[in-house]
């Protein structure tokens, strides 16, 4: 019987140790790594901005690669995410991703984006902050996108597929426009729901006039 109760502690033993070490990788290990690429995504659009003439003809956004950083300065003024093509597992990882299926940045119609709430560096960990009058700030090397939140965050399903509509379903918005749809997962550490934020473009700012107003301290 002694055997018995040893065997099962120190399986239990065992098992704890394997999940401690699971939630240590998910809490931490993953988001140093996300942390890192996040970084590395930035830094590659900043080099080719730099080195690169402004094309005539903006070219379609290539699958998983960045083309946007985003800041929102509710996050704090340090916050600043790529915003990569897709919203595939691999592309999330690095960044936001923009739902392939909606406008191009500053464009009539919805850029839609979505970010993880936790794990992978945690981008919209803080998404129930946001609040209407809030800016999300965007640009593609060549302007800076100043969007106005108008409501949210709004609690839906994940078949809700609506709320990245041109006219996004229960957004409040009646007719076309240049709108922004933010989108995550709710619970915090869950993905039963979604939680949406929706926002009109209210001004641009050519890149060589500098940072628009909502990003200056």
């Not at 099962?8 to 394997?18: D, H």
């Not at 830094?43 to 690169?52: T, V």
């Not at 699958?63 to 995410?81: D, E, L, Q, S």
Request: charged residues 25%; proline residues 8%; aromatic residues 12%.
């Amino acid at each position: 019987m002694r055997v018995v109760v040893r065997a099962v502690s120190e399986l239990c033993v065992t098992v704890g140790a394997v999940l401690l070490l699971f939630a240590v990788y998910v809490l931490f290990w993953t988001g140093v790594r996300a942390d890192a690429e996040m970084e590395h995504q930035v830094d590659l659009l900043h080099r080719q901005w730099r080195k690169e003439p402004v094309a005539q003809e903006p070219a379609p956004y290539a699958p998983g690669k960045p083309f946007a950083i985003m800041y929102i300065p509710r996050f704090g003024f340090t916050w600043n995410k790529p915003v990569l093509e897709g919203t595939g597992t691999g592309t999330l990882k690095k960044g936001l991703g923009h739902y392939a299926e909606t406008t191009r940045l500053g464009q009539p119609g919805n850029f839609a984006v979505a970010g993880h709430r936790r794990t992978y560096g945690d981008p919209f960990k803080d998404f129930p902050e946001l609040r209407r009058g809030d800016a999300v700030v965007l640009t593609d090397g060549t302007t800076w996108f100043t969007y106005r939140i108008d409501k949210g965050p709004y609690k839906t399903v994940p078949s809700d597929v609506g709320v990245v509509d041109p006219v996004p379903r229960a957004s409040g918005y009646t007719r076309p426009g240049r709108y922004l749809t933010l989108t995550t997962c709710d619970p915090e550490w869950g993905h039963s729901h979604r939680l949406i934020v929706w926002a009109r473009l209210d001004s641009t700012r050519p890149a060589e006039a500098g940072k628009p107003e909502a990003l200056r301290r």
